[in-house]
């Protein structure tokens, strides 16, 4: 994947949009760019961690979705990118859409965010003192086995 400044500020832009369709593409496409570690720096630096963590209570269900799994594609492997998300504001708003939430797909990939953050063990106590630990008991009994596969990985 090249890496452009131009690009990412530009998607930037368009994660600002109100239009759920727009919005959605663009959480889709900061999904597909995260493969690249220049680009989750240079995500962090321009505040798309932000962005996507107040579209995780975004009123459409597509638009919680795409953030849900843009963020879990920027945290693999990037502790710099876990520090973004657990020292956001809007954490606890993830963590009541974990607890309401009745996406498989949201709640699999809220679940993969927080197991991408646990494995960092400075950032294991901020989780457990946020009562992310009930929140993802929860999923253990969703009917999917994807969501129960998450949650059992990240507690």
Excluded: W
Excluded at 5 to 24: F, P, R
């Amino acid at each position: 994947i090249l890496h452009d400044n131009e690009i990412e500020t530009t998607i930037m832009t368009v994660i600002g949009a109100e239009h759920a369709g727009e919005l959605a593409q663009a959480c889709r496409t900061v999904s597909t760019l995260a493969a690249n570690p220049l680009v989750k720096e240079t995500f962090t630096k321009i505040g798309v961690i932000q962005a996507l963590m107040k579209l995780i209570a975004h009123e459409d269900q597509g638009v919680q979705e795409m953030s849900a799994l843009s963020l879990a594609n920027l945290s693999l492997n990037s502790k710099v990118v876990c520090i973004d998300i657990i020292q956001d504001e809007h954490m606890s708003q993830l963590v009541e859409v974990l607890e309401q939430s009745t996406s498989p797909r949201i709640l699999s990939y809220l679940a993969t965010v927080i197991f991408n953050i646990v494995k960092f063990e400075p950032l294991r106590e901020q989780l457990v003192a946020l009562n992310v630990t009930q929140s993802l008991s929860t999923c253990l009994t969703n009917r999917d086995s994807d969501v129960c596969i998450s949650a059992c990985k990240a507690l």
